[in-house]
């Protein structure tokens, strides 16, 4: 068994507007400590995973940057989508990269942008998952017992008639409402889809083929081309006629054969600016500032303003966000639509903002 990670990078962040831009999204960014979160991420794999097995999946924009930050992996390790077709397409392309080089490979999959601190016993959980994954031939997610309601997650329901540790998956849910939400919670049976994955190559590549024939005709058409002077042509012809669909609509929901392990470690998905104001330190009032920021009379806000001195007087529960050309001043409860200013930015042609 040789452990290999696969971690997609390809998301522009579009909640963690204006700081998140196309050319360095939210993965590239340092929210929490001076190395960036997918520099993080990278750093949870040693001792676990070698540099040369480590991949990246990403976009032709973001390469070169992430090439900056990691410059410990391969060049040719860093995999450039020529579209953005959601994880299934990701993941297949990565699969059949590493099917090429790597003989008896169990893939890790992870998201580059998951703050996870408590690193030992998240190893612990991924090489137990991996040695699972490899003799039982199983898809392994890694599920998160939720602590509230939240209504920003994805769920996954377990068979808990046996005590175990790798329970038989019932079903995915999808991100609910918060009396939904609710109901999942008190269950019990209900986990935080994680957007972790383990399984053996050949695995995956079988039930690619099993339940997404066309992704699976289009990704072996791409590895006969791979190492050839064709790559890069077939790539963009080939992936520009694959259907945009999701690893858990595509593969998870539908196999028989799928487990879920309990990852008993801090975890958050850092979904939008309320949740790294949530992992914060705050002072007395309940306000974190980033920067050169002055409090008056205020209470629960978060500010980033590293490139200007920023103050707020008399108000509570805002984040604000500086850069150099735009601000951003929102109601916490509201983060989760920052990503309707993209929306906008981009209806309106306004690319300098993007």
């Known amino acids: 068994m040789e452990l290999v990670a696969v971690i997609m990078a390809g998301g522009v962040g579009s ?12 993965q590239l960014l340092n929210l929490f400590s001076a190395s960036s979160m997918i520099q993080n991420t990278v750093e949870r794999m040693k001792g676990l995973v070698r540099d040369e097995n480590i991949f990246i999946i990403t976009n032709k924009i973001q390469k070169v940057l992430i090439a900056k930050q990691l410059p410990q992996l391969p060049i040719e390790n860093i995999i450039e989508e020529p579209f953005g077709k959601n994880t299934a397409a990701a993941i297949g392309l990565a699969s ?70 790798f329970h038989k998956v019932i079903r995915f849910a999808e991100k609910p409402n918060y009396d939904t939400a609710k109901r999942f919670l008190e269950a019990g049976d209900f ?62 929901e539908k196999s028989h054969n799928v487990r879920l392990i309990k990852g008993k470690f801090d975890w958050s998905d850092v979904g939008s600016w309320d949740a790294v104001y949530h992992l914060l330190e705050k002072d007395n009032k309940g306000n974190v500032g980033k920067g050169d920021v002055y409090f008056g009379n205020t209470n629960g806000t978060y500010v980033n303003s590293e490139n200007k001195f920023t103050a707020v007087i008399g108000v509570n529960n805002l984040l604000v966000i500086n850069t150099d050309d735009a601000t951003l001043v929102c109601h916490r409860d509201y983060a989760q639509d920052v990503k309707l200013i993209v929306d906008y930015l981009k209806m309106n042609k306004k690319d300098e903002l993007l």
């Open 96 to 165: 059949i990269i590493i099917d090429k080089k790597i003989k008896d490979a169990v893939t890790i999959v992870l998201p580059a942008d998951h703050l996870i601190n408590d690193t030992k016993e998240f190893q612990r959980v991924i090489k137990e998952a991996s040695d699972f994954a490899y003799i039982e031939k199983s898809l392994v997610t890694i599920g998160i017992n939720p602590t509230r309601p939240d209504t920003g997650y994805g769920y996954i329901q377990i068979d808990e008639i046996e005590a175990q540790t």
């Open 15 to 26: 909640r963690f507007w204006p700081k998140s831009r196309a050319k360095e999204p939210k």
């Open 191 to 252: 986990f935080w889809n994680s957007g972790m994955f383990i399984w053996r190559v050949d695995v995956i590549l079988c039930e690619i083929a099993e339940y997404m024939p066309d992704l699976y005709e289009g990704i072996q058409t791409i590895s006969q081309v791979i190492g050839t002077s064709d790559y890069d042509d077939v790539l963009a012809k080939v992936y520009g006629q694959l259907k945009s669909i999701s690893i858990d609509y595509g593969i998870m």
